[in-house]
């Protein structure tokens, strides 16, 4: 190694050795507790709503494909932790809706189930005001935000919260929204789903109705989940998709870039 490179890289560890100011210190310590907090946990080997868009990824948790380690940075975990906390207002402000008069009822998921017997769906465990549950036919896992009686009928209540720029183009539920919806439906036996967009900017809101009929729970759930065990059988991996937009929160990147197209 030249006499130059050395000397940079000693510049360099005098740079990385001076004592940043106390704001700053402080700033990049809090910046790592918020990721050291979070947990990596390997997905469980269960089909999820939000995977149906890529057969690939469904593959890979089935059969129990480790995930790359990507640590989220602060600012994700931040963000996934308003949605969260955004979701829990919003149901609460619904639970509230009845006590105020208004014709709307937030229903018990759980108690919903257990009275109802959906088809293979068990309620796993309560968070809070979500639900988690396991449709055993399907082998799927699912996180349900709310089930309420508006009006005299029943629908699934389901709540994204998005960036400004998102929301302000925002005119129907996004196409994986749809598959997710035809998901819960297929599994609580409920038809219609109301989709709550709450805009993370300002807390403007936009509803839309999606009525999921017999087509859409054959086409995009189980004719598709029919599709990926056919290959989870064999332990042959699917085809890679076509819509990269599945690709950008994808953990199975490495997987998939080792099996090629």
């Known amino acids: 190694m030249s006499r130059r490179a050395l000397k940079n890289i000693h510049r360099l560890i005098e740079a990385a050795q001076k004592e940043l100011p106390v704001e700053q210190e402080f700033l990049s310590d809090l910046k790592a507790a918020i990721e050291r907090s979070e947990e990596s946990r390997l997905p469980s080997r269960t089909y999820k709503p939000s995977s149906l868009i890529c057969l690939r990824n469904m593959y890979f948790q089935v059969i129990g ?7 989220a940075d602060s600012c994700l975990i931040g963000i996934c932790q308003t949605g969260s906390a955004r979701h829990e207002h919003l149901q609460q402000a619904i639970a509230s809706m009845k006590k105020l008069g208004i014709d709307c009822e937030y ?9 109802r017997k959906p088809k293979g769906t068990k309620v796993v465990q309560k968070q809070g005001m979500e639900t988690k549950c396991y449709n055993e036919i399907l082998n799927m896992s699912f996180l349900c935000d709310g089930i309420i009686r508006y009006k005299g009928r029943y ?23 749809i598959t997710q919806a035809s998901c819960y439906s297929v599994c609580l036996g409920l038809d219609d ?31 598709k989940i029919a599709e990926c065990d056919s290959y989870v059988q064999k332990l042959i991996p699917p085809p890679m998709t076509e819509n990269k937009r599945a690709c950008n929160y994808c953990g199975y990147k490495s997987a998939c870039r080792k099996v090629g197209r």
């Open 193 to 223: 789903v109301i989709f709550l967009y709450e805009n993370r900017d300002n807390c403007d809101k936009k509803c839309y109705l999606v009525h999921v009929t017999d087509s859409m729970k054959e086409e995009r759930v189980v004719g």
């Open 65 to 71: 494909q480790q995930p790359d380690e990507e640590k």
């Open 155 to 177: 629908y699934i209540l389901e709540i994204k919260t998005e960036s400004l720029y998102k929301w302000q183009t925002r005119n129907a539920p996004a196409d994986d929204h």
């Open 107 to 115: 229903i018990d998921v759980e108690k919903f189930v257990n009275s």
